[in-house]
């Protein structure tokens, strides 16, 4: 499987949003204050979007690339990757909550309504210790509507909703590539019946930030189409080099207009939609030898040293960074009760970051990569072990 590096850049650059996404509040800044610009550009959510399209993308790649694997190799080959780091972070998060509620509790820089919010979530995950550990010990707690259990998708650990939903859609994609081979047309139907029951159930249950599979479903699509455009292009390169930068500069400006029209539902789609065409342009066009400026700009920063080791250990980031913003600012309280917000904005943007950064290597070098190797290790004895 050729590895696009366009997209490892990427990675690093949607991890970084989310940790200055929560930075921000933390420090008792609230995001929905800022202009609007500013708050488009300090919003997880839309990161977490364009995550959700590129796991779509890679996975089809990946599945697509190594047609011969089994869906319980695939699985097992998944569940080392994203299991073991979760497992260990997750743990770190009921530990350290206490120190959290110490934070939210006495900190006086802190957004009250802010504040009153972390504080239940945390109690919320007092309340149903034992669902929460049940449901998390097999990443489906996504799936479990906070009408029925609050904050269950979110609970101790926030950034894990999305680990849930990654891990719904990847016991199901074998089944999708498998029926993108047999029939377009009922591929395409499952889909989009999948998308309009989403939207549908989401009117009727709630789950915390749409960790439901089904709710989510339309980006994954998004990034399954993107990956086929992308092996077309690939195949068809001598065709389509005359058109390619008119065509993809056309559809990243579309895209982006779509933002303002008044029908909000679609226009904040289109938001992560317009973030993911350009480095997805971008790696078409470096793949198939575009000379286009703008695109091979973006390329290269994408492809930058410093972005492709942070894209490195985006997942460490991503999943870890909270727990040491909460670690930082109970030290904080302990050796200066009265600490003001711009303190706490700067230690948490220098220290803050620097430590987010030593740790998400180590998490990788300790954790994620012997857990990963592992996971390959195992799958291939399971394989010779069916067929010796």
């Known amino acids: 499987m050729r590895r696009i590096t366009e997209f490892e850049g990427l990675r690093a650059i949607l991890a970084w949003w989310v940790v200055w996404s929560h930075l921000l509040p933390y420090s008792g800044i609230q995001i929905i204050n800022l202009p609007i610009f500013a708050a488009w550009l300090f919003k997880a959510g839309y990161a977490v979007d364009v995550f959700i399209i590129l796991s779509g993308f890679v996975i089809f790649l990946l599945l697509d690339s190594l047609p011969k694997k089994s869906y319980m190799q695939f699985i097992t080959e998944r569940f080392f990757r994203i299991f073991p780091l979760f497992l260990v972070v997750f743990v770190a998060a009921i530990i350290l909550m206490p120190l959290k509620v110490f934070v939210f509790t006495n900190g006086q820089w802190h957004n009250i309504k802010f504040a009153a919010k972390m504080l239940q979530e945390a109690q919320n995950g007092y309340n149903y210790f034992a669902v929460h550990i049940i449901s998390h010990l097999t990443i489906m707690h996504g799936i ?13 650990l926030a950034p894990a909703w ?40 989401s009117r009727v249950l709630k789950f915390g930030y749409g960790a439901f599979l089904p709710i989510k ?9 993107s990956y086929y455009a992308y092996k077309y292009c690939e195949a068809n390169s001598k065709a389509i080099s005359k058109y390619f930068s008119a065509v993809s500069t056309g559809l990243i400006i579309i895209s982006f207009l779509t933002i303002f029209i008044p029908y909000k539902p679609i226009a904040v789609k289109a938001i992560p939609l317009t973030i993911w065409l350009i480095p997805l342009a971008s790696a078409i066009a470096n793949s198939i030898s ?75 070098y300790w954790i994620e990569k012997p857990f990963i190797k592992y996971g390959k290790q195992f799958s291939q004895k399971m394989s010779e072990s069916i067929n010796p």
């Open 144 to 156: 479990i509507p906070d009408n029925w259990i609050p904050n269950s998708s979110i609970a101790f």
């Open 162 to 201: 999305s680990i849930s939903l990654e891990w719904q859609f990847y016991l199901i994609a074998p089944f999708l590539i498998l029926l993108s081979r047999r029939s377009l047309v009922a591929s395409f139907a499952t889909c989009l019946i999948t998308i309009i029951f989403g939207q549908l159930i």
């Open 217 to 225: 479903f339309e980006f994954f699509v998004i990034g399954i189409c």
């Open 290 to 364: 575009i000379k286009f400026l703008p695109l091979n700009l973006v390329s290269n920063i994408l492809n930058s040293t410093p972005l492709q080791q942070l894209g490195k250990v985006s997942y460490s980031t991503y999943l870890g960074h909270i727990l040491i913003f909460w670690l930082l600012m109970w030290s904080l309280l302990k050796f200066i009760p009265n600490v003001n917000q711009s303190t706490v904005l700067t230690m948490l943007s220098s220290v803050g970051v620097i430590t987010v950064i030593i740790t998400s290597f180590a998490m990788y």
